[in-house]
């Protein structure tokens, strides 16, 4: 498939620390178009979809109980092979290992807490991405 559509957050770590303008500049600059945004604070039951794949795994209440500290900035990001595209700008999942030159790897660190604060979501291939859009921006 030629263009795809992918869910990217800005989580509520990187709202707090002001990172929503670099993160946001680091994807329209890597040449990717922003399709829809929200800043929005997320329930428990939209967090519970969202984070199904995750169901019964022990960083899963502290994943939930973090991404409702704040608000999260909910995009959907458009490109040729957007979704991978944006898995490789965000970075590994542990920010310590990720690369420098990734969202990750510049911006976070590890700080010792249950969950891993790594600043970003993005959807990690297509039957995810649909299922996530539909769910954050269900008017898309
Ligand atoms: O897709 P990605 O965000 O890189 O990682 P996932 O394996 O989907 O995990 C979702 C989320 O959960 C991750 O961004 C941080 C947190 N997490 C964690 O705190 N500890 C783990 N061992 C794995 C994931
Ligand atoms: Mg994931």
Redesign the pocket.
Known sequence: PATQRTLVLV?PDGVRRGLVGEIVRRIEAKGYTLVATELREADEALLAEH?A??AG????T??VEFMRSGPVLALVVEGHRAIEGF?SL?G???PTVALPGTIRGDLARDWGL?????L???S?GEESAAREIALWFPAL
């Open positions: 989580k984070y794949e995750h795994k022990p960083f899963l502290p994943l898995r965000a590994a999942t542990d249950k969950v891993i604060q790594n970003v979501h993005g990690d």
